[in-house]
Protein backbone atom coordinates (compact mmCIF):
# COMPACT_ATOMS: atom_id res chain seq x y z
CA UNK A 1 0.00 0.00 0.00
CA UNK A 2 1.23 3.45 -1.05
CA UNK A 3 1.55 6.10 1.97
CA UNK A 4 2.99 9.47 2.09
CA UNK A 5 2.76 10.42 5.55
CA UNK A 6 3.83 14.30 6.40
CA UNK A 7 4.56 15.09 9.78
CA UNK A 8 6.23 18.39 11.75
CA UNK A 9 3.50 20.47 11.41
CA UNK A 10 2.38 22.98 14.60
CA UNK A 11 2.46 26.69 16.01
CA UNK A 12 5.53 28.65 15.18
CA UNK A 13 6.35 32.56 15.96
CA UNK A 14 6.29 34.61 13.19
CA UNK A 15 10.26 34.32 12.11
CA UNK A 16 10.45 31.22 13.19
CA UNK A 17 11.75 27.86 11.38
CA UNK A 18 9.91 24.78 11.21
CA UNK A 19 10.96 21.68 9.64
CA UNK A 20 8.94 19.19 7.70
CA UNK A 21 9.31 15.81 6.63
CA UNK A 22 6.93 13.00 4.56
CA UNK A 23 7.88 9.16 4.57
CA UNK A 24 6.73 7.37 1.85
CA UNK A 25 6.34 3.60 1.35
CA UNK A 26 4.73 1.42 -0.98
CA UNK A 27 6.56 2.82 -4.03
CA UNK A 28 9.99 3.15 -5.27
CA UNK A 29 10.81 6.79 -3.98
CA UNK A 30 13.83 7.53 -5.70
CA UNK A 31 12.20 7.42 -9.25
CA UNK A 32 9.89 9.90 -8.51
CA UNK A 33 10.32 14.00 -8.17
CA UNK A 34 8.64 15.25 -5.25
CA UNK A 35 6.68 18.53 -4.60
CA UNK A 36 5.17 20.15 -1.86
CA UNK A 37 1.64 21.74 -2.14
CA UNK A 38 0.16 23.99 0.67
CA UNK A 39 -3.55 25.30 1.08
CA UNK A 40 -4.19 28.26 3.34
CA UNK A 41 -7.34 28.08 5.21
CA UNK A 42 -10.54 27.91 3.18
CA UNK A 43 -8.13 28.94 0.28
CA UNK A 44 -7.06 27.12 -3.04
CA UNK A 45 -4.05 25.44 -3.52
CA UNK A 46 -0.55 26.51 -4.17
CA UNK A 47 2.18 24.84 -5.39
CA UNK A 48 5.55 25.64 -3.44
CA UNK A 49 8.48 23.48 -4.66
CA UNK A 50 9.94 20.23 -5.94
CA UNK A 51 13.25 18.18 -6.11
CA UNK A 52 14.13 15.90 -9.02
CA UNK A 53 14.44 11.90 -8.57
CA UNK A 54 18.27 12.38 -7.81
CA UNK A 55 17.94 15.45 -5.74
CA UNK A 56 19.89 17.17 -8.87
CA UNK A 57 17.64 20.13 -9.38
CA UNK A 58 15.13 22.33 -6.55
CA UNK A 59 12.45 24.59 -7.90
CA UNK A 60 10.09 26.84 -5.88
CA UNK A 61 7.31 29.13 -5.77
CA UNK A 62 8.01 33.06 -5.77
CA UNK A 63 6.13 33.26 -2.10
CA UNK A 64 8.86 30.97 -0.27
CA UNK A 65 12.16 31.22 -2.50
CA UNK A 66 15.09 32.09 -0.53
CA UNK A 67 13.09 30.99 2.76
CA UNK A 68 11.95 27.57 2.14
CA UNK A 69 14.45 24.86 1.48
CA UNK A 70 13.34 21.47 0.11
CA UNK A 71 15.74 18.45 0.07
CA UNK A 72 15.51 14.58 -0.26
CA UNK A 73 16.71 11.25 1.73
CA UNK A 74 16.28 8.38 -0.98
CA UNK A 75 18.17 5.96 1.89
CA UNK A 76 15.27 6.76 4.36
CA UNK A 77 12.45 7.42 1.66
CA UNK A 78 11.78 10.85 3.22
CA UNK A 79 11.01 14.27 1.73
CA UNK A 80 12.38 17.45 4.16
CA UNK A 81 11.12 21.29 3.77
CA UNK A 82 12.87 23.58 5.74
CA UNK A 83 10.93 26.75 6.58
CA UNK A 84 12.49 29.58 7.65
CA UNK A 85 11.84 33.51 8.20
CA UNK A 86 8.44 32.09 8.55
CA UNK A 87 5.15 34.78 7.77
CA UNK A 88 1.55 34.87 8.97
CA UNK A 89 0.52 34.08 5.38
CA UNK A 90 2.45 31.08 5.73
CA UNK A 91 -0.03 29.57 7.58
CA UNK A 92 -1.29 26.53 5.56
CA UNK A 93 -1.74 22.39 5.16
CA UNK A 94 1.58 21.10 3.67
CA UNK A 95 1.17 18.21 1.50
CA UNK A 96 3.68 16.36 -0.10
CA UNK A 97 2.97 14.77 -3.68
CA UNK A 98 4.56 13.70 -6.81
CA UNK A 99 2.13 15.43 -8.80
CA UNK A 100 2.84 17.83 -11.55
CA UNK A 101 4.54 15.04 -13.99
CA UNK A 102 3.38 12.72 -16.09
CA UNK A 103 3.80 9.99 -14.28
CA UNK A 104 0.88 7.16 -14.50
CA UNK A 105 -0.25 7.53 -10.55
CA UNK A 106 -0.09 10.58 -8.35
CA UNK A 107 0.21 9.90 -4.68
CA UNK A 108 -0.79 12.43 -1.68
CA UNK A 109 -0.08 12.37 1.60
CA UNK A 110 -2.65 13.77 3.98
CA UNK A 111 -1.17 16.86 5.20
CA UNK A 112 0.52 18.71 7.85
CA UNK A 113 -0.87 21.71 9.59
CA UNK A 114 1.84 24.69 9.98
CA UNK A 115 0.26 27.69 11.92
CA UNK A 116 2.30 31.01 11.92
CA UNK A 117 1.09 33.32 14.99
CA UNK A 118 2.70 34.85 17.69
CA UNK B 1 2.97 31.38 -15.66
CA UNK B 2 -0.56 33.01 -14.35
CA UNK B 3 -3.73 30.71 -14.46
CA UNK B 4 -7.14 31.62 -14.55
CA UNK B 5 -10.46 29.30 -13.86
CA UNK B 6 -14.23 30.44 -15.13
CA UNK B 7 -16.26 29.94 -13.90
CA UNK B 8 -14.98 30.58 -9.62
CA UNK B 9 -18.18 28.41 -8.91
CA UNK B 10 -21.55 27.12 -10.22
CA UNK B 11 -24.53 25.46 -9.14
CA UNK B 12 -25.83 22.27 -10.89
CA UNK B 13 -27.87 19.59 -10.84
CA UNK B 14 -27.87 15.72 -11.08
CA UNK B 15 -27.41 14.71 -14.51
CA UNK B 16 -26.21 18.00 -15.92
CA UNK B 17 -23.33 18.35 -18.19
CA UNK B 18 -20.61 21.09 -16.68
CA UNK B 19 -17.79 23.01 -18.26
CA UNK B 20 -14.63 24.56 -16.24
CA UNK B 21 -12.29 26.18 -18.42
CA UNK B 22 -9.26 27.55 -17.43
CA UNK B 23 -6.75 29.44 -18.91
CA UNK B 24 -2.68 29.71 -19.00
CA UNK B 25 -1.29 33.09 -19.42
CA UNK B 26 0.67 31.74 -22.11
CA UNK B 27 1.12 28.62 -23.68
CA UNK B 28 1.62 25.42 -21.98
CA UNK B 29 1.31 22.57 -24.78
CA UNK B 30 -0.86 19.95 -22.84
CA UNK B 31 0.92 20.35 -19.58
CA UNK B 32 -1.71 20.34 -17.64
CA UNK B 33 -4.01 18.29 -15.16
CA UNK B 34 -7.64 18.36 -13.51
CA UNK B 35 -7.75 17.94 -9.51
CA UNK B 36 -10.94 17.61 -7.52
CA UNK B 37 -10.62 17.97 -4.47
CA UNK B 38 -13.43 17.67 -1.34
CA UNK B 39 -13.73 19.71 2.08
CA UNK B 40 -10.56 18.34 4.30
CA UNK B 41 -9.26 15.72 2.12
CA UNK B 42 -6.32 15.68 -0.34
CA UNK B 43 -6.80 16.70 -4.15
CA UNK B 44 -6.88 13.76 -6.64
CA UNK B 45 -6.08 13.70 -10.34
CA UNK B 46 -8.88 13.15 -12.51
CA UNK B 47 -6.82 14.50 -15.83
CA UNK B 48 -3.44 14.77 -17.27
CA UNK B 49 -1.65 15.82 -19.74
CA UNK B 50 -4.78 17.77 -20.42
CA UNK B 51 -7.07 14.80 -21.47
CA UNK B 52 -5.85 11.43 -20.19
CA UNK B 53 -8.01 10.26 -17.74
CA UNK B 54 -6.76 8.81 -14.67
CA UNK B 55 -6.87 5.38 -14.17
CA UNK B 56 -9.85 4.80 -11.99
CA UNK B 57 -11.78 7.89 -12.66
CA UNK B 58 -15.13 7.40 -14.01
CA UNK B 59 -15.74 8.14 -18.01
CA UNK B 60 -17.99 11.08 -17.05
CA UNK B 61 -15.12 13.12 -16.91
CA UNK B 62 -13.15 14.36 -19.86
CA UNK B 63 -10.56 16.63 -21.03
CA UNK B 64 -9.29 18.93 -23.42
CA UNK B 65 -7.01 21.62 -24.90
CA UNK B 66 -4.18 22.56 -25.86
CA UNK B 67 -1.74 25.47 -25.54
CA UNK B 68 -3.50 27.98 -23.61
CA UNK B 69 -7.07 27.36 -23.27
CA UNK B 70 -8.69 23.86 -21.78
CA UNK B 71 -11.64 22.43 -20.43
CA UNK B 72 -12.63 19.79 -17.72
CA UNK B 73 -15.98 18.42 -19.04
CA UNK B 74 -18.52 16.17 -16.51
CA UNK B 75 -20.75 14.99 -18.97
CA UNK B 76 -23.93 14.17 -16.38
CA UNK B 77 -22.85 15.39 -13.19
CA UNK B 78 -23.08 12.71 -9.91
CA UNK B 79 -23.95 13.28 -6.17
CA UNK B 80 -20.46 12.72 -5.51
CA UNK B 81 -18.78 15.58 -8.21
CA UNK B 82 -20.02 18.13 -6.37
CA UNK B 83 -16.28 19.39 -5.01
CA UNK B 84 -13.62 22.15 -5.88
CA UNK B 85 -11.87 21.45 -9.32
CA UNK B 86 -8.41 22.94 -9.43
CA UNK B 87 -6.16 22.82 -13.25
CA UNK B 88 -2.39 22.62 -12.45
CA UNK B 89 0.49 23.60 -15.03
CA UNK B 90 3.30 21.67 -15.03
CA UNK B 91 4.81 23.13 -18.30
CA UNK B 92 7.57 25.72 -16.28
CA UNK B 93 8.47 26.24 -13.14
CA UNK B 94 7.23 27.38 -10.68
CA UNK B 95 4.19 24.98 -11.30
CA UNK B 96 1.06 26.69 -11.08
CA UNK B 97 -2.45 25.95 -9.76
CA UNK B 98 -5.70 27.58 -10.85
CA UNK B 99 -7.85 29.74 -8.31
CA UNK B 100 -10.58 27.09 -8.04
CA UNK B 101 -13.79 25.94 -9.41
CA UNK B 102 -16.31 25.74 -6.92
CA UNK B 103 -19.10 23.05 -7.79
CA UNK B 104 -21.85 22.91 -5.79
CA UNK B 105 -25.56 21.68 -5.57
CA UNK B 106 -28.17 23.51 -7.10
Known amino acids: EVQLLESGGGLVQPGGSLRLSCAAS????????MSWVRQAPGKGLEWVSV????????YYGDSVRGRFTISRDNSKNTLYLQMNSLRAEDTAVYYC???????????WGQGTLVTVSS | IQMTQSPSSLSASVGDRVTITCRAS??????LDWYQQKPGKAPMRLIY???SLQSGVPSRFSGSGSGTEFTLTISSLQPEDFATYYC?????????FGPGTIVDIK
Open chain 1, 97 to 107: ANTGYNYMQVY
Open chain 1, 26 to 33: GFTFSNYA
Open chain 1, 51 to 58: ITGSSGSA
Open chain 2, 26 to 31: QGIRND
Open chain 2, 49 to 51: AAS
Open chain 2, 88 to 96: LQHNSYPFT
